[in-house]
């Protein structure tokens, strides 16, 4: 994956994180409310008689569906959002990444064991002027 667009999509997936924290709270609030609605509409349906019965108990139905929903995307969202690794883990995944295929790459295997010959060398030459 292109470095710029993964460093992009770390930005994007930060925001849906929080995003997606607010929804679940926001979902759990309106279950609560929508669980208060349905108990008061019960209350006030043994007033009601007749077509008037069969029609707040058709809209209860379609109420209670949607706060079965609401019921289910609460802890969905809630999950999503813990599941989010952070930008800051996201970053030292991508430098975890691209460090690991620099190391395994030929040309730092061919510069590293240059690099260790030539610091062998001058150790030892500083060994031999300090004797």
């Known amino acids: 994956m292109n470095l710029a667009l993964y460093i992009y999509l770390c930005e994007v997936v930060g925001s849906l994180d929080g995003m997606f924290a607010a929804f679940s709270i926001v979902s759990g609030i ?5 669980i208060f609605g349905i108990l008061m509409h019960q209350d006030f349906d043994q007033f009601k008689r ?3 019965l069969v ?3 058709a809209g209860r139905k379609t109420f209670i569906t949607g ?7 609460c802890p969905t969202f809630a999950l999503i959002a813990a599941v989010i690794p952070s ?9 975890a990444y691209y460090g690991e295929q620099a190391v395994k790459s030929e040309t730092f295997q061919r510069l590293n ?3 260790m ?4 060398v001058k150790i ?3 060994l031999e002027t300090k004797k």
């Open 87 to 95: 930008q800051k883990t996201m970053y030292a995944m991508a430098a």
């Open 50 to 52: 007749g077509e008037e």
């Open 30 to 34: 309106l279950v609560c409310a929508g």
């Open 117 to 120: 010959q030539l610091l062998e």
């Open 124 to 126: 030892d030459e500083l």
């Open 55 to 57: 029609k707040a108990k």
């Open 67 to 73: 706060v079965k929903v609401l019921a289910a995307l």
């Open 113 to 115: 064991g240059k690099a």
